[in-house]
């Protein structure tokens, strides 16, 4: 690029503009070239960085995805065994009429939770798995396992901030607590075995406070173990302003 400066003097604009875009296509050329030049590690690592997920090379990441897993797998057991097995009465009946019809149920009419359940319920009729109406009531129990999972995370990393002198087995150990008391709590509990739009949006909200604290945990002060998930850019703070600012399951239309 320095040898190309000096080609546009003694041009007119137009001549500098047209060397100034040959440049840049240029750039972009050699861009691609070491994209295709790329190892696969190193191409894994930056999807990995693209899509805020730290490397799991990491051991104690690696167990903190394990502990998210099983807190949110023991929850989506016992949800599953008291599972709504047909068709509710209520908001529950209409949801999975409408999920199934591609309809609108009461306001706000949930546009989200519609159009994952339309896709949902038609997979899983589809395959023989369930009937539309259980098929429902099962996204729900998806949905608050999801929760569960990242409810472990939010504690996992929220007491890796307040209380960096506790040792990390007892962080996981009160992170999976909080996790487990959060999953069969009444109200939650009872809105995860059948259909309703709650689940969802609690697995929004769990997911972008883990986001906040991810960005606190790589814009402020580094502690050993708070920072066991890993470095995060800020756009695990975008990510999670877009998902705050974009319509939630239960926003009202105006």
Same mark, same amino acid.
């Given at each position: 690029r320095?040898?190309l400066?000096?080609r546009?003097?003694g041009?007119g604009k137009?001549?500098?503009?047209s060397?100034?875009?040959?440049?840049?296509a240029?750039?972009?050329?050699?861009?691609?070239?070491?994209?295709?030049?790329?190892?696969?590690?190193?191409?894994?690592?930056?999807?990995l960085?693209?899509?805020m997920?730290p490397?799991?090379?990491?051991?104690?990441l690696r +167990?903190?995805l *394990?502990? $998210? &897993?099983l %807190?949110?797998s023991?929850? /989506?057991?016992v949800?599953y065994?008291? =599972?709504?097995?047909?068709?509710?009465?209520?908001?529950g009946g209409?949801?999975?009429?409408?999920?199934?019809?591609?309809?609108?149920?009461h306001p706000?009419?949930?546009?989200l939770y519609?159009?994952?359940?339309w896709a949902?319920?038609?997979?899983?009729?589809?395959t023989?798995?369930a009937?539309?109406?259980?098929?429902?009531t099962?996204?729900s129990?998806?949905?608050a396992?999801?929760a569960?999972g990242?409810?472990?995370?939010?504690?996992?990393?929220?007491i890796?901030?307040?209380?960096?002198?506790?040792?990390?087995? +007892?962080?996981? *150990?009160a $992170? &999976?607590? %909080?996790?487990?008391?959060? /999953?069969f709590?009444?109200t939650?509990w =009872?809105q995860?075995?059948v259909t309703?739009?709650?689940?969802?949006?609690a697995?929004?909200v769990?997911?972008?406070?883990?986001?906040?604290l991810?960005w606190?945990?790589?814009?402020?002060?580094?502690?050993?173990?708070?920072?066991?998930?890993?470095?995060?850019?800020?756009?695990?703070?975008?990510?999670?302003?877009l998902?705050?600012?974009?319509?939630?399951?239960?926003d009202?239309?105006?």
């Open positions: 320095p040898a400066a000096g546009g003097r041009l137009a001549g500098r503009s060397i100034t875009v040959c440049d840049h240029v750039l972009r050329l050699q861009r691609k070239s070491l994209v295709f030049r790329m190892p696969s590690a190193q191409i894994r690592r930056c999807a960085q693209f899509l997920i490397s799991t090379q990491n051991p104690r +167990l903190d *394990l502990l $998210a &897993l %807190a949110g023991i929850a /989506a057991v949800y065994l008291g =599972s709504a097995p047909g068709v509710l009465f209520g908001d209409e949801l999975q009429f409408a999920a199934w019809t591609a309809g609108l149920p706000t009419g949930y546009p519609m159009a994952l359940g949902w319920s038609h997979l899983l009729d589809a023989g798995l009937s539309p109406a259980r098929a429902m099962l996204l129990v998806l949905f396992a999801l569960v990242l409810t472990y995370l939010l504690a996992r990393t929220l890796g901030l307040g209380l960096p002198q506790v040792s990390p087995v +007892l962080q996981r *150990l $992170a &999976l607590l %909080a996790a487990l008391t959060f /999953a709590t009444p939650f =009872s995860a075995v309703e739009v709650y689940t969802l949006n697995a929004f769990a997911l972008i406070l883990w986001l906040v991810l606190r945990v790589e814009g402020g002060e580094r502690r050993e173990e708070s920072a066991s998930l890993g470095p995060v850019s800020d756009r695990a703070l975008y990510g999670g302003c998902l705050y600012t974009s319509p939630s399951p239960r009202r239309t105006r």
